[in-house]
């Protein structure tokens, strides 16, 4: 009977330990990943302005394809806004993602490919693990351009690019 109890202890002691587990320990974390990035891009797509903007975090900054913007959480939103008010936000469809974790499990990388009105972009990021889930704290876009065409390319931003700098410099 004393063996009985005692495993029986064990097992509902081992069962209450599992329960407990937050989402990082009970789902896999590259799927968690993928699912909130899946779902960040199809929000943008379909104007759901809070649910865009929850998922990432309070300091989180957005870089786009234009070298000017870096943009923090805050004024990001600004900016983003009246193109959710219009209904005239953007549509990026992941066509691959690879996911990269440190070793504790809290931070995560990845990068991206997308299908987008630009053609192909990549996008890359982090996201970290706060308050038992996971959140977008720093993301980039990137236009891809073929090796192959990239003197055109150069040739295309040469004169934008040096007044850039100049004014950066100076």
Known sequence: M???VFLASIVLVLFSCNSTKDSLQTNQP????NTILNKWHKDVAQFNYDAYFNAMTDNAVFVGTDATEVWSKTAFQNFSKPFFDKKQTWNFKPISRNVY???SNQIAWFDELLDTWMGVCRGSGVLVYQDKQWKIQHYVLSVAVPNENMNEVVAIKKERDSLFIKAIND
């Open 101 to 103: 974790f440190d070793t």
């Open 2 to 4: 004393k063996k009985t």
């Open 30 to 33: 590259k799927t968690a990943i």
